[in-house]
Nanobody, 132 residues
Framework: QVLLVESGGGLAQAGGSLRLSCQAS??????????MGWFRQRPGNEREFVAS????????GYGDSVKGRFTISRVNTRNTVFLQMDNLKRDDSAVYYC???????????????????????WGQGTQVTVIS
């Protein structure tokens, strides 16, 4: 069974940084073949696309609100995907989820990578709170 576990969330000052990790298990031999993504959700809001990365890390995409501040990366030998968050803002406060692209797809194009329904496995989320 595929399991995604996020970590690294917590409290941060505005302007500061946090690094989230997403560890996958039950994916031996397959983690490095699938695209991954990060989403976030604030109370009362829909899940918002943050970033996605292709199977080999060569291609990535970002939501407009985080572009230039967040960086997604992956280490396939460790079954892990990261989200480096710099220059944090209060509006970045949310629960952050990592997700696996559905259908075994190696890459999600810009027209679909922001859709939650394109992902078939989700972690439980990690809370990020940014204070000023």
């Amino acid at each position: 069974q595929v399991l995604l576990v996020e970590s690294g969330g917590g409290l941060a000052q505005a302007g500061g940084s946090l690094r989230l990790s997403c560890q996958a298990s039950g994916v031996e031999g397959t983690f490095g073949t699938m695209a991954m993504g990060w989403f976030r959700q604030r109370p009362g809001n829909e899940r918002e696309f943050v970033a996605s990365i292709s199977w080999n890390g060569a291609a990535s995409g970002y939501g407009d609100s985080v572009k230039g501040r967040f960086t997604i990366s992956r280490v396939n030998t460790r079954n892990t995907v990261f989200l480096q968050m710099d220059n944090l803002k209060r509006d970045d406060s949310a629960v952050y989820y990592c997700a696996r692209a559905g259908g075994g797809r190696r890459f999600l194009g810009p027209e679909i990578r922001g859709r939650p329904e394109e992902y078939d496995r989700w972690g439980q989320g990690t809370q990020v709170t940014v204070i000023s």
